[in-house]
């Protein structure tokens, strides 16, 4: 199978099972057709298939419960037809795995359409995949990924969350570090207390003890009457304590001996204080370096990292890239009220291989903007800023035509060299047209042809595109 995966195509109209399944076929997909004697749904189940593309009358007159069939397997249902495909809204309503599509087909549509099925169908994969324990689902409503490094990252906050040890979180900015610390609380059986974070970076260093310990009434300058600090708040809770890579010495030593003790004392407190805190730390820098450094305690960094937890950069998973943006997307539209249907195909292939020095957050960042910004419809390359497309390949290599493998070309019973040649000619011309939106003289300039080669080529196969482009 193709790593785009199985598209099953049913329809009696010819033309359209041969220029959807050209088509599909240069998108990366495998196509199996229904047809033959074989039963549509012993084909689905023979070819593992992933995607139903069916014309509604037709898969009516073979199987009129095939709603009820398609709910019991795993496929999606994308539903083509001429007018009536309004009756499919009905359909629709009844299972969300059922997408509609009017003929004539618009190609463009079509794809984005069948991205958007896989999108959605990675989506319930991850659901699989992550399970319905109650721990999972709390991790799967907040965490999205599905690469290996992700599934690691679950297992491993599922079951330090059943403990009561400190955790050291590392990682770039943006990969998730507090996301990943409020899972933990969450998963634990603290959760019913506080989950408080102190930012230790963004208080200024006189203030940051008061603020961690608390301080009594006219222990210093403005201190007008005792406040308590997070360590109280969070008593029987958790304490995530952010950047704190950037924690000061003198500070280091006073957190040393709460880990140590359990205990801590309020600024111009005479006397200690008992506390039940669970420590998650997390930092963008590198501990073991600012060890060695001296910038910071070495047994405060054992203290801290009884469990270490490192989360990869976003280029080192790009597989969760697709399903982060379409949650994203799904999000964001919801929130805007907007109408963005999806990425092309393009931009996909673009956003999976920028570097994304800023992580997730940059990702969640720029599909914000590109949904305000757009509004509706389908965002293409032109939709992105400047600094995504530099990596992108020239127009010259996207035109490329892919190379006929030179060996076993010929099958073993013989091949009709006619009907070969015209399908090999039909799916160049169903992609150049895909690549130029439909407009024909850009297609015949992706296929060195005059644009009245191009449109005769068309009439006689009988393949119908807007005829105004
Ligand atoms: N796996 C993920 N799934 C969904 N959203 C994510 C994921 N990872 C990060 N995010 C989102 O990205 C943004 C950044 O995440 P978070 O604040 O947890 O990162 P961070 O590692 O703490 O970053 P920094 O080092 O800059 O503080 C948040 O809006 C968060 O919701
Ligand atoms: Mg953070």
Known sequence: MRENGTILIADNDVKTRDLVSAFLTYQGYDIAAAEGNTPFFETIENNNV????????????????????????????????????????????????????????????????????????????????????????????????????????????????????????????????ELAARAIHQLSNRNAKNFVPVNCAAIPDDLLESELFGHVKGSFTGAYANRIGRFEMADKGSLFLDEIGDMKANLQVKLLRVLQNREFEPVGASKSQKVDVRIIAATNKNLEELVVSRDFREDLYYRLSVIPITIPPLRERREDIPVLIHTFLVRFNADKRNTVKGFSREVLSILCNYEWPGNVRELENLVERLVILKGSGLIVPDDLPEKYLSGKPSRAILVQIPTLPADNLLPEGGICLNSAVEEFENNLIAQALSRSGGNKKEAAILLNLKRTTLIEKLKKKNMSFNEDQ
């Open 50 to 177: 992933d995607i139903i593309i069916a014309d509604l009358t037709y898969l009516r007159l073979i199987d009129p419960d095939f709603k009820e069939r398609c709910a019991l397997i795993n496929p999606l249902l994308v539903l083509i037809g001429y007018g009536e495909i309004d009756g499919a809204e009905h359909v629709k309503s009844d299972s969300d795995t059922i997408f509609t599509l009017p003929k004539p087909l618009n190609l463009d549509e079509l794809e984005s359409l069948v991205m958007r099925a896989r999108e959605y169908q990675s989506m319930k994969m991850y659901d699989r995949t992550v399970g319905d324990s109650a721990q999972n689902k709390i991790l799967s409503a907040s965490m999205i990924g599905t690469s290996p490094p992700m599934r690691a990252l679950f297992e491993m906050i599922t079951k330090v969350a059943a403990s009561n040890a400190t955790v050291l979180i590392q990682g770039e900015s943006g990969t998730g570090k």
